[in-house]
């Protein structure tokens, strides 16, 4: 009988916790007590590359696992409570969750399934790219606009099934949306084990006595209504893939537009600062710029500002980058905000048809209430979008109108007033509310960008506005005329109905 012989040894800095081999190819991942991802190649075991421990992911390493088609690895980190979706490729997050306790142990498994109709579904269910623009890419060259593809990979559903304490497991279609969780199991999951045709479930447990005795559990559960309704919960899944994918999208171009108008504070507070603390008068900014625009007089300082500190040169320089990166709030809202949220309605409508199909999707809990109230929350933010549009045009206009006025000096009484009303919205000393410019104040469009669910600050001027007047004559006006239309094709209903 031949005895095992050894073909290779490597050394490593820290222990390794957890291991688990690519299903496809000659691949050893690795989790050490640092909290580092390593991934190994068998043949000669050379580090392919390593993914350190961060604040977005953590540093405790809990359980870890391949996507079937060796292209994603899962893993869960106990101090952050979340599980991490790294491209095996590059070592590149790609996608993380948050869940309620620490994953102690997960299982991926790809779903195979003999059914006609869920091979004549595979085949037509990204009709979406037909309808569909191509999302635009998004300006930080590390990000990718093209993540749904990466994180769905093959059309064959996939399922990761993770495991806790108190027996708490749940289901992820695609290792992104989540189709069911178990919470009647005892112990802490120790081992799963899902099988291919989604029909049983298999458990083992771990649970302590009072005398810090560990008994072992084996727990099979029946889960024959996933198998059942796999067509639905294929479709489901990945509409909501999509959809995540999205929301994750936007989010990164309001990070990109968020950094271009830090820019603009960061830019007009150093040329500010200095002249702020050099001066020897106890009067505003902006009563400094106003004395200049209203008298044609400028205190020493601000005369030394201008003229030796910024120059002629330099205010064109200032003017034209910050007139820039207006540009690119701009563009970002037209081209990649108006364009995902417009792909995010598209997939909300088809999820709201899907929840109407009652008998088909019902018990897998679609909720047509909460998908309306979503389609609206996507409609506001559209709105909100377009708002934003109007507010940065009409900065844009008073920018150019400051730096001509600074460089130029002849102005038109039109151009004055425009400055007029730039120092007094940009350079007001008013505290609105925390800000990151000190000596300037460009709220009117960062408070789109704030992370919070409060009212404008700065409402834009809606005097005139005759889509508004509209709005208010319906709600409070007379009767429309649309309104008697329907209460007759209704009276005429009934009417033909008895």
Same mark, same amino acid.
């Given at each position: 009988?031949?005895?095992?012989?050894?073909?290779?040894?490597?050394?490593?800095?820290?222990?390794?916790?957890?291991?688990?081999?690519?299903?496809?190819?000659?691949?050893?991942?690795?989790?050490?007590?640092?909290?580092?991802?390593?991934?190994?190649?068998?043949?000669?075991?050379?580090?392919?590359?390593?993914?350190?421990?961060?604040?977005?992911?953590?540093?405790?390493?809990?359980?870890?696992?391949?996507?079937?088609?060796?292209?994603?690895?899962?893993?869960?980190?106990?101090?952050?409570?979340?599980?991490?979706?790294?491209?095996?490729?590059?070592?590149?997050?790609?996608?993380?969750?948050?869940?309620?306790?620490?994953?102690?142990?997960?299982?991926?498994?790809?779903?195979?399934?003999?059914?006609?109709?869920?091979?004549?579904?595979?085949?037509?269910?990204?009709?979406?790219?037909?309808?569909?623009?191509?999302?635009?890419?998004?300006?930080?060259?590390?990000?990718?606009?093209?993540?749904?593809?990466?994180?769905?990979?093959?059309?064959?559903?996939?399922?990761?099934?993770?495991?806790?304490?108190?027996?708490?497991?749940?289901?992820?279609?695609?290792?992104?949306? #989540?189709?069911?969780?178990?919470?009647?199991?005892?112990?802490?999951?120790?081992?799963?084990?899902?099988?291919?045709?989604?029909?049983?479930?298999?458990?083992?447990?771990?649970?302590?006595?009072?005398?810090?005795?560990?008994?072992?559990?084996?727990?099979?559960?029946?889960?024959?209504?996933?198998?059942?309704?796999?067509?639905?919960?294929?479709?489901?899944?990945?509409?909501?893939?999509?959809?995540?994918?999205?929301?994750?999208?936007?989010?990164?171009?309001?990070?990109?537009?968020?950094?271009?108008?830090?820019?603009?504070?960061?830019?007009?507070?150093?040329?500010?600062?200095?002249?702020?603390?050099?001066?020897?008068?106890?009067?505003?900014?902006?009563?400094?710029?106003?004395?200049?625009?209203?008298?044609?007089?400028?205190?020493?300082?601000?005369?030394?500002?201008?003229?030796?500190?910024?120059?002629?040169?330099?205010? #064109?320089?200032?003017?034209?980058?910050?007139?820039?990166?207006?540009?690119?709030?701009?563009?970002?809202?037209?081209?990649?905000?108006?364009?995902?949220?417009?792909?995010?309605?598209?997939?909300?409508?088809?999820?709201?048809?899907?929840?109407?199909?009652?008998? #088909?999707?019902?018990?897998?809990?679609?909720?047509?209430?909460?998908?309306?109230?979503?389609?609206?929350?996507?409609?506001?933010?559209?709105?909100?979008? %377009?708002?934003?549009?109007?507010?940065?045009?009409?900065?844009?206009? %008073?920018?150019?109108?400051?730096?001509?006025?600074?460089?130029?000096?002849?102005?038109?009484?039109?151009?004055?007033?425009?400055?007029? /009303?730039?120092?007094?919205?940009?350079?007001?000393?008013?505290?609105?509310?925390?800000?990151?410019?000190?000596?300037?104040?460009?709220?009117?469009?960062?408070?789109?960008?704030? /992370?919070?669910?409060?009212?404008?600050?700065?409402?834009?001027?809606?005097?005139? %506005? %005759?889509?508004?007047?509209?709005?208010?004559?319906?709600?409070?006006?007379?009767?429309?005329?649309?309104?008697?239309?329907?209460?007759?094709?209704?009276?005429?209903?009934?009417?033909?109905?008895?």
């Amino acid at each position: 009988m031949p005895a095992f012989r050894q073909v290779g040894e490597k050394q490593l800095p820290n222990p390794v916790i957890y291991m688990a081999w690519s299903p496809k190819r000659d691949l050893i991942a690795l989790a050490n007590t640092a909290g580092e991802l390593l991934l190994h190649r068998l043949a000669n075991f050379q580090r392919v590359w390593s993914l350190a421990p961060n604040e977005n992911t953590g540093k405790e390493i809990t359980s870890l696992a391949w996507r079937p088609d060796g292209k994603i690895l899962a893993f869960g980190v106990g101090d952050t409570k979340q599980v991490v979706l790294c491209d095996a490729e590059k070592a590149e997050i790609l996608h993380l969750f948050p869940v309620d306790v620490p994953v102690s142990c997960m299982h991926w498994v790809e779903v195979q399934s003999n059914s006609s109709s869920l091979s004549v579904f595979s085949e037509s269910e990204d009709e979406s790219n037909c309808f569909l623009p191509r999302l635009p890419t998004l300006p930080k060259s590390e990000e990718k606009s093209d993540e749904v593809t990466n994180l769905l990979g093959e059309v064959r559903l996939n399922i990761l099934v993770t495991g806790g304490p108190s027996g708490f497991v749940e289901l992820y279609a695609y290792g992104l949306y #989540k189709v069911a969780t178990l919470t009647e199991i005892t112990g802490t999951c120790r081992s799963l084990c899902l099988s291919s045709d989604l029909k049983s479930l298999s458990v083992v447990t771990e649970t302590r006595s009072s005398n810090d005795n560990s008994e072992i559990h084996y727990i099979q559960l029946d889960t024959g209504l996933l198998s059942s309704c796999l067509p639905e919960l294929t479709r489901m899944a990945r509409k909501f893939t999509h959809i995540s994918t999205l929301i994750q999208y936007l989010r990164l171009s309001l990070t990109c537009m968020c950094e271009a108008w830090e820019d603009i504070l960061m830019q007009m507070d150093l040329r500010l600062t200095k002249f702020v603390q050099e001066k020897n008068t106890s009067t505003q900014v902006q009563d400094e710029f106003l004395e200049l625009l209203l008298w044609g007089h400028a205190s020493p300082e601000l005369q030394a500002l201008l003229m030796n500190q910024l120059t002629v040169k330099g205010l #064109k320089m200032l003017g034209q980058s910050i007139e820039s990166s207006y540009s690119s709030i701009q563009k970002l809202v037209i081209s990649h905000l108006q364009s995902g949220s417009g792909a995010l309605l598209y997939h909300l409508s088809e999820v709201k048809g899907m929840a109407l199909w009652k008998q #088909k999707f019902q018990p897998l809990g679609l909720d047509p209430v909460a998908i309306e109230e979503a389609i609206t929350a996507v409609g506001s933010f559209t709105l909100k979008a %377009n708002e934003l549009l109007q507010v940065i045009d009409k900065s844009m206009k %008073n920018f150019k109108a400051f730096f001509r006025w600074l460089y130029v000096g002849k102005m038109t009484q039109k151009d004055l007033a425009f400055v007029a /009303d730039f120092l007094s919205e940009h350079f007001s000393n008013e505290e609105l509310f925390d800000r990151k410019g000190k000596y300037f104040n460009v709220e009117r469009v960062g408070q789109y960008l704030k /992370d919070e669910d409060e009212d404008l600050v700065s409402p834009p001027n809606m005097e005139g %506005n %005759n889509w508004l007047s509209f709005v208010e004559q319906i709600v409070c006006g007379p009767k429309p005329l649309i309104l008697d239309l329907i209460e007759n094709h209704e009276q005429m209903f009934e009417h033909i109905c008895l």
